[in-house]
């Protein structure tokens, strides 16, 4: 761990601080929550570079409802499949 010191707006610090404290119940976790901030932006940034470096276009991606569409039709349900698994044993 590294401790470190940065500058903020007061306000937004305030706001920020506050929400820790409402979701966590203490301050205690600002730290934590900083940091998945800061790992999550990286994150970000390295999903972004190699989206670039792939020459990935966004449009590429299809939607959920694009998915769902283009389903196989099965002739059989999975409450049936898991129960006969169950009966089985």
């Known amino acids: 761990m590294k401790k470190v010191t940065f500058y903020s707006d007061e306000e937004l610090w305030k706001k920020f601080s506050a929400s820790v404290l409402e979701s966590e119940g203490s301050t205690r976790k600002i730290s934590e929550k900083l940091q998945n901030l800061i790992k999550d932006f990286l994150l970000e940034n390295l999903i972004d570079e190699l989206i670039k470096n792939f020459n990935i276009e966004m449009n590429s991606f299809i939607s959920s409802d694009e998915v769902?569409?283009?389903?196989?039709?099965v002739n059989f349900?999975?409450?049936d499949i898991i129960r006969e698994g169950r009966d089985s044993r």
Do not use: E, G, I, Y
Not at 68 to 73: I, L, Q, T
């Open 77 to 79: 349900s999975s409450a």
């Open 68 to 73: 769902k569409r283009n389903r196989p039709m």
